[in-house]
T-cell receptor, first 114, second 114 residues
C-alpha cells in the first residue's frame, strides 16, 4: 500500500523567511497530491493541491512542486507570517483504493516567530 | 452552509463504555470518512463510505463500527471503549465524482478513555 513520509516534523522560522516541507510517496500510480493546513483546535483545510501532469503550482505565497520520477513533492511558503503557524499535512491517494482514499503524512508543525 | 458538523466536541468515557460520534454534512457529498489523529501519527483512516448504504474499512478499523444513515449522516460507534482509543476524531466528506476531490473536515471530537 501507499506510504507517505513527511519531513521535518517541526520547523521554526523567522517572519519573512521561507519554509519548505517535503514528502515522499511509494505508490508510483498516485496522481493527486494535496496539502492541508490545520490550525489549533480545528480540522484540516486544503490549501493547495497538484495533479501528476503538472510539475509546479503557485497560489500567492504558497507553491507545490512535484517530481514524479523521484516520487516526492514539496510545499514552499515564502514571506512567512505569524498566521502561517500551524500543522501542515501532505497526502496521496493509493491506486489500490481507486484513488478514493488519502494516505496522510505525519505532519509538520510550523512556527513563525515575529 | 454549515459544512461538516460533529457532535460532541469533547467526551470522557470509562473503559468498557460505549458511545456514538455523530457527523453530518450539508454539501450533498457522496463520500464520507472517519479519521483519528494521534500525536506524531498524522491522520489515519478508520472507515470510509463511498455512498449511502456502503462502508469500507480503512487503516485502523478494529474496535469501531460505522453507519451511513443517509447521504448526510455518517456515525462512528465505539462498542467497548479502550484507553488506546483516546484520540481526536475527525469526520470528512468529499464530492461525488472524479478522483480529484477535496476533503472537507469537521471540527473534531476530542475523546478521552480512562
Amino acid at each position: 500500500g501507499e506510504n507517505v513520509e513527511q519531513h521535518p516534523s517541526t520547523l521554526s522560522v523567522q517572519e519573512g523567511d521561507s519554509a519548505v516541507i517535503k514528502c515522499t510517496y511509494s505508490d508510483s500510480a498516485s496522481n493527486y497530491f494535496p496539502w492541508y493546513k490545520q490550525e489549533l483546535g480545528k480540522g484540516p483545510q486544503l490549501i493547495i493541491d497538484i495533479r501528476s501532469n503538472v510539475g509546479e503550482k503557485k497560489d500567492q505565497r504558497i507553491a507545490v512542486t512535484l517530481n514524479k520520477t523521484a516520487k516526492h513533492f514539496s510545499l514552499h511558503i515564502t514571506e512567512t507570517q505569524p498566521e502561517d503557524s500551524a500543522v501542515y499535512f501532505c497526502a496521496a491517494p493509493p491506486e489500490s483504493t481507486g484513488f478514493q482514499k488519502l494516505v496522510f503524512g505525519t505532519g509538520t508543525r510550523l512556527l513563525v516567530s515575529p | 452552509n454549515a459544512g461538516v458538523t460533529q457532535t460532541p466536541k469533547f467526551q470522557v468515557l470509562k473503559t468498557g463504555q460505549s458511545m456514538t460520534l455523530q457527523c453530518a454534512q450539508d454539501m450533498n457529498h457522496n463520500s464520507m470518512y472517519w479519521y483519528r489523529q494521534d500525536p506524531g501519527m498524522g491522520l489515519r483512516l478508520i472507515y470510509y463510505s463511498a455512498s449511502e448504504g456502503t462502508t469500507d474499512k480503512g487503516e485502523v478499523p478494529n474496535g469501531y463500527n460505522v453507519s451511513r444513515l443517509n447521504k448526510r449522516e455518517f456515525s462512528l460507534r465505539l462498542e467497548s471503549a479502550a484507553p488506546s482509543q483516546t484520540s481526536v476524531y475527525f469526520c470528512a466528506s468529499s464530492g461525488s465524482s472524479g478522483v480529484y476531490n477535496e476533503q472537507f473536515f469537521g471540527p473534531g471530537t476530542r475523546l478521552t478513555v480512562l
